[in-house]
Nanobody
Framework: QLQLVESGGDLVQPGGSLRLSCTAS????????VGWFRQVPGEQREGISC????????YYADSVAGRFSISRDNDNNAVYLQMDNLRPQDTAVYYC????????????????????WGKGTLVTVSS
């Protein structure tokens, strides 16, 4: 069974950078489309980036395009989210999920099975 664990969340000043990791166990992550989502308490979860399986395309939400970068590390069975030029509005709990989407639908939460989500990591952007 696939298990996902996010890490790398922290408190960072505006303009700073963080790299989040989504590390998998139980399955080979490269076979899956992996998405990064974020959620502010009281708001809907937002899809911000995803990478299709087996070296497929990358997608970004407008809110993070040009600042965030998603990548795979198959040696470590992980997917990373490099976040640069962070803003206070990027403050949220960040989740990764794995599924089978094959287009930019990978930014939509409903394309990921309920069991294929991590528990999240908190990113706080504040001075």
């Amino acid at each position: 069974q696939l298990q996902l664990v996010e890490s790398g969340g922290d408190l960072v000043q505006p303009g700073g950078s963080l790299r989040l990791s989504c590390t998998a166990s139980g399955r080979t992550l490269d076979y899956y489309t992996v998405g990064w989502f974020r959620q502010v308490p009281g708001e809907q979860r937002e899809g911000i980036s995803c990478i299709l399986g087996r070296g497929g395309r990358l997608y970004y939400a407008d809110s993070v395009a040009g600042r965030f970068s998603i990548s795979r590390d198959n040696d470590n069975n992980a997917v990373y989210l490099q976040m640069d030029n962070l803003r206070p509005q990027d403050t949220a709990v960040y989740y990764c999920a794995a599924g089978g989407a094959t287009t930019n639908n990978c930014l939509l939460e409903r394309y990921y099975p309920k069991d294929n989500w991590g528990k999240g990591t908190l990113v706080t952007v504040s001075s």
